[in-house]
């Protein structure tokens, strides 16, 4: 099981996706704007926020994995709190944590930073828009 695949799912259904002890992310859209330095009008795209919160317990995540891989909610959680888990234990020793087709999470302290890929689902290539 792929954790990011269900969390892009969530997302892009539900605009957001709780990771329970770990955080949450909200999908937001963006309409057609201007780049002010470069006067270029930018097509339209998503912007993906990470809020650290570490009292968070929803288990919609873990119901959409049991859902969609047919077992049980129990089991599903299970695995979300083991990637969580093995997440955290990679920012503890390591200076960050890349998660392909979403981003980069560093931990500064007890404070976790997430930076959004170029290759991340979220940009506006996927409108399959170019700036004019």
């Given at each position: ?16 996706v709780t990771l329970p ?112």
């Open positions: 099981m792929d954790l990011i695949k269900y969390c892009i799912l969530l997302l892009q259904e539900t605009n957001q002890s770990f955080g949450k992310f909200e999908l937001k859209f963006n309409s057609v704007r201007e780049d002010q330095e470069t006067n270029q009008l930018l097509p339209p795209s998503y912007s993906l926020s990470f809020t650290q919160q570490h009292n968070l317990n929803d288990i919609a995540l873990a119901s959409i994995i049991a859902e969609l891989d047919s077992i049980d909610v129990e089991r599903a959680k299970d695995f979300v709190y083991q990637t969580i888990k093995e997440w955290k234990k990679i920012l503890k020793s390591e200076p960050y944590l890349t998660i392909e087709n979403l981003g980069t999470f560093t931990a500064e302290k007890e404070k976790i930073i997430f930076s959004l890929s170029e290759k991340s689902f979220v940009t506006y290539k996927n409108f399959g828009l170019l700036p004019l």
